[in-house]
């Protein structure tokens, strides 16, 4: 039994309905069920009388409810103590990201996360391309960098990366365009498309995966535009200015006439990455890291919404 098991059961105990508990805890109704399913097999009775439109507490889930929430006050009374002795309730904490990355449920999450556990660490937070973050990292102006980087890039003296989530790249194109009637596409049906990209001077990791992926297709991307902005990218594309290749995260990005498409590519896809000091022993970052990985491992464990 985790803390993390009875925070669900003592929200679908408040809630008394699942649909509500799971988005108040910003997770999917079918994994928070299983989680109590799991629970009330682990104690061997029921904790829920379930309905089809109601759902009610059991003589037992009602007792559990009360031992519940005193032992969530006590972790919490704990962990308010030891942040005190660990120096965790105060300080800044520099953050840089990427220009898709705040479109993840996973950083989304993560800031949500860190500022409830630590309300009183100051959070500075930059957009900035993965080249600068790891120059800022290693030129000490930088406590965390969340980049895209190639897989095979050589690594960095001083700095260590960990892979938070993986994202399937999409094109994206005018919602009129003929491939738009597609379920997916190829690298090589946009052989003879026009593209929108980032600048060179950017420096985004994307971008050099995109063209070795042309490269392996038999051709060279033909650029008509450049833009600094995914948004920016994502409006010139459902113009019908060109075709675009970014993450899926991308999605959420509501611009009339944009379509977005899947690559039926086997390495359409490009990580999202924590990167920080290797020496940086600061309790503020460590507990961002172990934020991180907790939430990246809670979206690994969700599955994907039905088609």
Known sequence: MELRHLRYFVAVAETLH???AAQKLNIGQPPLSMQIRALEDELGVPLFERSHRRVFLTSAGR??????????ADAEAARQEV??????????LRIAFTTSAPMTNLMKRVLTGYR???P???????????ERQRDALTERTLDIGLVRQAEDAPPIAGLSFE???DEALVVVLHQGHALSRRTSVSMADLAHEAFIMHPHDVGTAIDGTIRRMCE???????VVQEARESTTIVAL???GLGVAILPAAVRCIQIEGACFMDLSEPDAHTPLLLAKRRDDTSPLVQAFVTICREVAGRLHETPPPAA
């Open 18 to 20: 699942f649909s509500r």
């Open 63 to 72: 007792a559990f409810l009360v031992r519940a929430r005193q032992i969530l």
């Open 83 to 92: 942040q005190q002795i660990a120096g965790l309730d105060a300080g800044e």
């Open 116 to 118: 409830q556990r630590y």
């Open 120 to 130: 009183r660490v100051t959070l500075t937070l930059s957009e900035s391309p993965s």
């Open 163 to 165: 892979t938070l989530i």
């Open 216 to 222: 392996r297709a038999g051709f060279t991307p033909r």
């Open 237 to 239: 594309a459902a113009s």
